[in-house]
């Protein structure tokens, strides 16, 4: 599991190791795992016969490790500059240490635009060392400038921690931020590197241990599921496993005007583990036309049989039976998700007082819609957002997006999902992960697990499936998944 911490937090492990540490051992660590990615990537590129490195270097010990990680790459024959955005507050040991090195040095506040965009523009790469994971609130307009030259640059970029600008506790992105197409960071992931919008500032993140493993709280801030971690939660069969055993699951969506979203939500449950699907609603020949094993009945809820979990609402549009579906849903004592269109008005005390457990499925607008809020705050604060849709509603919430992130009723980590890809905002998508998270809580997973591996799988089958992809062939792409899941644990 990626585990991710506050700057706090991190900070205090830092202190506690400092003590127990010879001076200067922690900034040399990492200053070590900095220069040894930068070579690598040099290496890499290896278009030009003599390397050049620019550091942008702030205050403080993000600008040091910048630094002291500029003398190294110097060491190594690299030429490297430092561009000091306040010379007076530069790590002065980090400085020494270039200068004694052979690397040179230059005041941004007395070099013209075009002395920075000629040196920008030579550069094989350009270290981020601007702010470290204290900052708050965007760049200040000198360091928001030099950004800007960087970008027209068209130089890859290595942030030192995290981008410059970006708020490593929530992932917000308030001003001006480096956009970095590496980030190395120290210790342990941040909140920030793994939730958009910073996320997509980070580019690609690699983690440099520095010791602080066995310093820190056993409970992180934030987490993500590796593969291996998804694939030992994948409900399996035993040879004494029938179709009701290994779970039902009641899915009651679509409409006489959207008939397609009941045969997608039917076709994720159905990829989800379970022995079987009970189709609820007016699609029924849809259903069976697509999937002829759903079982299937054009009543509500209450006349469909025994479930193990309810998934409810995508399509269900102008149904003149809308309310009577939600409310026998709402009534039944089993696990139930609610998506789309069963969020609209949804009731909170209704969904509070629940005795088996929630999950709600909304994407930026429905969240917006549910707290109150305009979508541009609940997408530029989705860490802040899904927590306070679990509290209020005393469920597990699934915000849907670029990351997706989940959220538990009883608080503790916060679940994000990165496999996803832009290809998946496609018309439908939402109706199969909708099915596929019912499908594994039918299955007996709990809510939080169910989530993560639902928004997993969906994630991993939007990268599977042929381009561009369509909801159809999402679906069509889940048992490939599953395989290489399973696949991959048995050979590991």
């Given at each position: 599991m990626r585990t991710a911490y506050r700057a706090e937090t991190v900070r205090d492990a830092e202190h506690a190791l400092l003590a127990r540490l010879p001076e200067g051992t922690l900034m040399d660590r990492a200053a070590a795992g900095l220069a040894a990615v930068c070579a690598g990537l040099l290496r890499a590129g290896g278009r030009r016969a003599a390397h050049r490195v620019v550091l942008l270097v702030g205050s403080g010990d993000n600008g040091g490790d910048a630094l002291y990680a500029g003398a190294r790459l110097t060491r190594r024959g690299v030429g490297v500059t430092a561009l000091l955005l306040t010379p007076d507050r530069a790590h002065r040991g980090g400085l020494a240490a270039l200068r004694a090195a052979g690397g040179r040095s230059l005041e941004v506040a007395d070099a013209a635009d075009a002395e920075l965009t000629a040196l920008l523009g030579r550069a094989s790469l350009v270290v981020d060392g601007i702010v470290g994971i204290g900052?708050?609130?965007?760049?200040?307009?000198?360091?928001?400038?030099?950004a800007r030259l960087v970008a027209g640059s068209g130089a890859p970029v290595v942030?030192?921690?995290?981008?410059?600008?970006?708020?490593?506790?929530?992932?917000?992105?308030?001003?001006?931020?480096v956009r970095a197409t590496t980030t190395v960071t120290f210790g342990t992931h941040k909140p920030g590197l793994l939730i958009d919008p910073a996320r997509d500032h980070a580019g690609e993140v690699l983690l440099v241990d520095i010791g602080l493993g066995p310093l820190l709280p056993a409970e992180p801030e934030v987490a993500a599921l590796t593969a291996a971690e998804v694939a030992a939660l994948l409900p399996r069969p035993t040879g004494e496993s029938d179709k009701y055993r290994r779970g039902v699951l009641g899915v009651a969506a679509g409409s006489a005007r959207y008939p397609g979203a009941a045969v997608l939500t039917v076709g994720g449950a159905l990829h989800g583990g379970v022995g079987a699907v009970r189709y609820a609603g007016p699609a029924c020949d849809a259903v069976i036309a697509r999937y002829p094993e759903a079982l299937v009945t054009s009543g509500t809820p209450a006349e469909a049989g025994r479930v193990q979990a309810w998934a409810v609402g995508p399509g269900l549009g102008d149904r003149p039976d809308a309310a009577r579906v939600l409310d026998e849903a709402l009534a039944a004592d089993v696990p139930l998700l609610l998506d789309a269109d069963a969020l609209h008005g949804l009731d909170e005390a209704r969904v509070r007082a629940r005795s088996a457990p929630t999950l709600l499925t909304p994407h930026a607008g429905e969240a917006a819609a549910l707290l109150g809020r305009d979508r541009a705050r609940v997408e530029s604060q989705r860490l802040a957002s899904v927590r306070e849709l679990a509290e209020r509603f005393?469920?597990?919430?699934?915000?849907?997006?670029?990351?997706?992130?989940?959220?538990?009723?009883?608080?503790?980590?916060?679940?994000?999902?990165d496999t996803g890809t832009p290809w998946l905002a496609t018309a439908g998508s939402g109706d199969v992960l909708s099915g596929l998270a019912g499908g594994l809580l039918a299955a007996g997973l709990p809510a939080r697990e169910a989530a993560a591996v639902a928004a997993h799988l969906h994630g991993r089958a939007g990268r599977r499936a042929p381009l561009p992809p369509t909801a159809s062939t999402l679906t069509e792409s889940l048992p490939t998944v599953w395989r290489e899941l399973l696949d991959d644990r048995r050979d590991g």
């Amino acid at each position: 599991m990626r585990t991710a911490y506050r700057a706090e937090t991190v900070r205090d492990a830092e202190h506690a190791l400092l003590a127990r540490l010879p001076e200067g051992t922690l900034m040399d660590r990492a200053a070590a795992g900095l220069a040894a990615v930068c070579a690598g990537l040099l290496r890499a590129g290896g278009r030009r016969a003599a390397h050049r490195v620019v550091l942008l270097v702030g205050s403080g010990d993000n600008g040091g490790d910048a630094l002291y990680a500029g003398a190294r790459l110097t060491r190594r024959g690299v030429g490297v500059t430092a561009l000091l955005l306040t010379p007076d507050r530069a790590h002065r040991g980090g400085l020494a240490a270039l200068r004694a090195a052979g690397g040179r040095s230059l005041e941004v506040a007395d070099a013209a635009d075009a002395e920075l965009t000629a040196l920008l523009g030579r550069a094989s790469l350009v270290v981020d060392g601007i702010v470290g994971i204290g900052g708050r609130g965007g760049l200040r307009p000198a360091a928001a400038e030099l950004a800007r030259l960087v970008a027209g640059s068209g130089a890859p970029v290595v942030a030192v921690d995290l981008p410059s600008g970006v708020n490593a506790d929530t992932g917000e992105v308030t001003g001006p931020a480096v956009r970095a197409t590496t980030t190395v960071t120290f210790g342990t992931h941040k909140p920030g590197l793994l939730i958009d919008p910073a996320r997509d500032h980070a580019g690609e993140v690699l983690l440099v241990d520095i010791g602080l493993g066995p310093l820190l709280p056993a409970e992180p801030e934030v987490a993500a599921l590796t593969a291996a971690e998804v694939a030992a939660l994948l409900p399996r069969p035993t040879g004494e496993s029938d179709k009701y055993r290994r779970g039902v699951l009641g899915v009651a969506a679509g409409s006489a005007r959207y008939p397609g979203a009941a045969v997608l939500t039917v076709g994720g449950a159905l990829h989800g583990g379970v022995g079987a699907v009970r189709y609820a609603g007016p699609a029924c020949d849809a259903v069976i036309a697509r999937y002829p094993e759903a079982l299937v009945t054009s009543g509500t809820p209450a006349e469909a049989g025994r479930v193990q979990a309810w998934a409810v609402g995508p399509g269900l549009g102008d149904r003149p039976d809308a309310a009577r579906v939600l409310d026998e849903a709402l009534a039944a004592d089993v696990p139930l998700l609610l998506d789309a269109d069963a969020l609209h008005g949804l009731d909170e005390a209704r969904v509070r007082a629940r005795s088996a457990p929630t999950l709600l499925t909304p994407h930026a607008g429905e969240a917006a819609a549910l707290l109150g809020r305009d979508r541009a705050r609940v997408e530029s604060q989705r860490l802040a957002s899904v927590r306070e849709l679990a509290e209020r509603f005393g469920a597990t919430a699934l915000l849907k997006g670029s990351t997706t992130v989940i959220a538990g009723p009883a608080g503790g980590p916060v679940l994000v999902n990165d496999t996803g890809t832009p290809w998946l905002a496609t018309a439908g998508s939402g109706d199969v992960l909708s099915g596929l998270a019912g499908g594994l809580l039918a299955a007996g997973l709990p809510a939080r697990e169910a989530a993560a591996v639902a928004a997993h799988l969906h994630g991993r089958a939007g990268r599977r499936a042929p381009l561009p992809p369509t909801a159809s062939t999402l679906t069509e792409s889940l048992p490939t998944v599953w395989r290489e899941l399973l696949d991959d644990r048995r050979d590991g």
